[in-house]
Structure formats: C-alpha cells, structure tokens
Nanobody, 114 residues
C-alpha cells in the first residue's frame, strides 16, 4: 500500500502562485503520476499527468507545471496566474501499471480569492 500526502494548498489572491507537493511513502519513480481537482459542485477532473510524457487539461492554458524534479518519492504542481475558478480540492494520484494499482492522496484545499 502506498500513502500519498499533499501539501502546499491555501488561500491565494487572483494572479498569485502556489506549489503543491505530493509525497509518497515509497519510491514512485516508475509510477504514472497526476494531479486532479474537484471544484465545488463539480466532478473530479484531471489537471495534469506524467505517464511517460506530460499532458495538461485544456483549462490549464500554460499556467501550471507538473514535475518530478528527480525526487523518487515526490512530485509537484506549480500553479501560476491562479484564477477564482481554480478554487478546488486538489488530489494527487499515482498509478502502478503492472500490476495495476491506483493510489490517492487525501486532498488539499486551494482557494483563490481577493
């Protein structure tokens, strides 16, 4: 079992930045990793993922960067130019492909408001 813990959420003004971190209880360097979010009243949606290559949801628009930074048990989401519509609980996810296992963090709240 892999435990994932997010950190770095909080309250930020529109246009500000936050860096979310996801720390795993074990080496996840061979796992696919991703960030999801659930905005109030909405379904959980993919924000960004690294599964071999890196991909982003269209709404990111070049504002966010997902990275591993060569850390075997961590990955990150740098969020710039934040908008009120980015307010959500952000979840990190790690997938082991073979055998298939899916792991989630507990979520971290990001609130963008003036």
């Amino acid at each position: 079992q892999v435990q994932l813990v997010e950190s770095g959420g909080g309250l930020v003004q529109p246009g500000g930045s936050l860096r979310l971190s996801c720390t795993a209880s074990t080496d996840i360097s061979t796992y696919g990793v991703a960030w999801y979010r659930r905005r109030p009243g909405n379904e959980r949606e993919l924000v960004a993922r690294i599964v071999g290559s890196t991909s982003y949801a269209q709404f990111v628009g070049g504002r966010f960067t997902i990275s591993r930074d060569n850390a075997p048990n961590s990955f990150y989401l740098q969020m710039n130019s934040l908008k009120p519509d980015d307010t959500a609980v952000y979840y990190c996810n790690a997938d082991l492909i073979t055998p298939y296992r899916r792991y989630w963090g507990q979520g971290t709240q990001v609130t963008v408001s003036s």
